[in-house]
């Protein structure tokens, strides 16, 4: 009897353990993922709730009135937009510049590679204290920048304080931190790329322009695609730069997503109001997201059909 | 002989001899200077020890949240004082200004006990108190049991004590009879003018004594001196710019921020008075102020007074006392003058900024804390801190009496004391208490920027402003 039941015991746990394999190897992917909806339900939650640290009697659930408020507020719009016009000016910037210094770099030489290796040492630099930096360079009293601005014609220049070069200001900041990032993202993907069309085409004797717009630029569309969405999920929810250069200002001018929620939960401690601009934040890099994967994958789709 | 030095020690404690009579003695007597420090200390120790019994906590450990500031450093300098008066131990974590708050603010919403005690400005206590975060401190003070005999809780400045103390009802007036004493004041700074004599002298201009002489004082320095600005005051996008300079001359012209009626608040930045105020506050800073000064905050005025990049301050006393020294450029080149922005006015109102300590609710000893309190607020660590470090200002009469300390600021910072004595009678906070008060004077600052850039016009700016701050204290059941 006990012989006979024996043989079936083996059987029942290798089909127990196939069963629960693949929920075992996800399992620290699942808990990873737990450990992130906590923290992102919960802020949806304070999010639809009246709820200031210092008014504790008037804690309340108020449904969408955090994000109806929102929406009825002018200085709410003035942040998408300038959040919107930041993101899309450092990230076109940093995309051309990553660009023309990766298609100069491409030839792998030594001087080539010491140089992308030196130009990658500003995003080494916490952007904190590169803004601290720039602080200092552009003051009107002793910064270099605004000797060497003044030289040119521009002595009274204010650069970070002045409301017409505030946005200008922390824009050199950004892409002087992060060009580095797109050039080393494109000039892997230039170094990539198989070099039999490029072969064929000087064969052929086409112009170099024509390479560039219908054979490189088609080809690194992904890697342009990938490095796009990571600098523009990062530009969006800029903070750093911002707010250690001016907090925001002058006036309301730099007013970023991330520079708003911070002074709303840290200072006034409105804990409703700075969660439902963040999970406002949130479904905007989500909208984003998706439109680029999108494109991704149907880059990849025609790819892979070409092929 | 041991008897002769430690009579001359109580003595000294007990402030019947200057701390250069007891070197004289105690050098009499072939005591170096450090050996009567030690003795000084414990002198103290026996001095304060004497009718309260300081070891009932013995073996406790206090966990402090500290700012980096001279206050914590006298207070660390003097802290074996305390340990080996009660046998309580005490750590501490420092951190600089600029990330200060948002620990405390971190710490105290986690409801963590970590830490027992911590620093903080007054106006903070208007988001602490409220929110359940630290202790009314009365219950300790009004408790003989719990507080030295020698404490003497009236010595503090009356405008310090009642501005650290509010009932917690938006709009309650600071210190009234139902206020909870939120934190302890442990050093202050009132707001008044710190300027360079080098530079007065050589363009023949005298401190200014009113508003409008202050902007043409400005302009004419700006013009003459070629290269130092007239003026400085602060910018930033902060609250932190309107408490100082600003509302210190704003209020001397009687006007307010807001308006209580029947327990509802209405903004009051829109008033005649204080349209009038603010052109001319704007029109200084646009003629003789900083040009980067939307990017200033009390350091960079500072540092431009110390550095000779500006000819006169409107600012904290404090922040022209510590640029008088060190390795300032200017260092011993400044001088002080009091300042009552309305030529109408008979003295000055500077609003204050109150460094206090205050009792984490989360604390889990409590009465130790408050056995620390009581000693970091002590007229003995004051004096301490007035006579051998920088613990100015003082927030006690007696330390402000004291001749050695007097003597010490008289001799280094000439006109120090007189701005101080004459200001002093009228220094408090200014602000309304309510709890959007960082909200809302953010917002101000927002809007001064805009006036000095020229973006808005006063008058329509401040209109707005006042609209904007009505609806937000409607939203919050406040207006």
Known sequence: MTSSAMPGRPAKQSRFARKALPYLLSLPALLMCIGILIPFFTAVYYSLLRYRLNLPAMKGFIWFQNYINFFSDPKFWNTLKISLVYAGLTVVLELLLGLAIAMLLQKRTRLNNFISILLLLPLMTAPALAALMWKLMTNPNFGILSYLVSILGFPDMKWGSDPATALFTVTLVDVWVYTPFMMILLLAGLRSLPPAPFEAAALDGVPRSFVFFRITLPMLMPYILTATLFRLLDSIQQFDIIYAMTQGGPGDKLLVFQVQAYLDFFQATNVGRSAALMIILWAITYALSNVFIKQWLKLREKAHGVG | ?479
């Open chain 2, 1 to 479: 002989m041991y008897d002769k030095e430690k009579g001359l020690f109580e003595a000294f404690v007990a402030g019947k001899m200057s701390r250069r009579e007891l070197l004289q003695a105690t050098g009499k007597l072939g005591l170096s200077a450090s050996a009567a420090g030690l003795l000084v200390t414990q002198a103290q120790t026996r001095a304060m020890a004497a009718d309260f019994d300081w070891m009932k906590h013995k073996g406790t450990k206090l966990k402090l949240l500290l700012n980096k500031h001279p206050y914590a450093d006298a207070m660390i300098a003097n802290i074996e004082t305390f340990k080996t008066m009660t046998g309580i131990d005490v750590s501490w974590d420092i951190f600089p200004e600029d990330v200060y708050f948002d620990k405390v603010t971190a710490a105290l919403s986690s409801g963590s006990g970590e830490y027992d005690a911590f620093m903080t400005g007054a106006y903070m206590t208007w988001t602490y108190g409220p929110a359940g975060w630290i202790d009314d401190i009365n219950e300790y003070i009004k408790d003989p049991a719990k507080t030295n005999p020698g404490y003497n809780w009236e010595d503090l400045l009356p405008g310090l004590r009642a501005s650290t103390s509010w009932n917690g009802v938006p709009g309650g007036e600071l210190g009234s009879a139902d206020a909870k004493q939120w934190c302890i004041p442990w050093g202050y700074e009132l707001n008044n003018i710190s300027y360079n004599k080098k530079m007065f002298d050589k363009v023949g201009v005298q401190p200014p004594k009113n508003i409008d002489e202050m902007v043409a004082t400005s302009a004419k320095l700006t013009k003459d001196l070629g290269g130092p600005y007239g003026i400085g005051v602060r910018g930033s996008r902060s609250w932190a710019s309107i408490h100082p300079g600003f509302l210190s001359g704003y209020a001397n012209f009687g006007e307010k921020d807001f308006n209580v009626t029947d327990g509802k608040l209405k903004a009051a930045m829109n008033s005649a008075g204080s349209k009038d105020f603010h052109k001319k506050w704007v029109q200084m800073i646009q003629e003789s102020g900083p040009k980067d000064w939307a990017n200033y905050t009390w350091y960079q005025v500072g540092t431009d007074l110390g550095a000779g990049a500006s000819a006169m301050i409107f600012d904290a006393d404090i922040l022209g006392y510590f640029m008088n020294g060190g390795d300032n450029k200017e260092a011993g080149n400044l001088g002080y003058a009091p300042f009552a922005a309305n030529p109408a006015a008979s003295a000055p109102t500077p609003n204050v900024w109150i460094w206090s300590l205050a009792m984490a609710s989360a604390g889990k000893q409590k009465d130790a804390t408050w056995y620390f309190l009581q000693w970091a607020t002590s007229v003995e660590h004051a004096l301490f801190g007035a006579r051998k470090m920088d613990f100015v200002n003082p927030v006690r009469a007696s330390v402000w009496k004291d001749e050695e300390f007097r003597g010490r600021i008289d001799k280094s910072y000439a006109g120090y004391l007189n701005q101080h004595d004459v200001s002093a009678p009228g220094a408090k906070i200014y602000f309304t208490a309510q709890p959007l008060f960082f909200d809302l004077t953010t917002l101000w600052s927002e809007n001064l920027q805009k006036m000095v850039a020229k973006e808005i016009p006063v008058d329509e700016g401040l209109d707005k402003m006042a609209a904007e701050m009505d609806a937000k204290l409607a939203e919050a059941g406040l207006g």
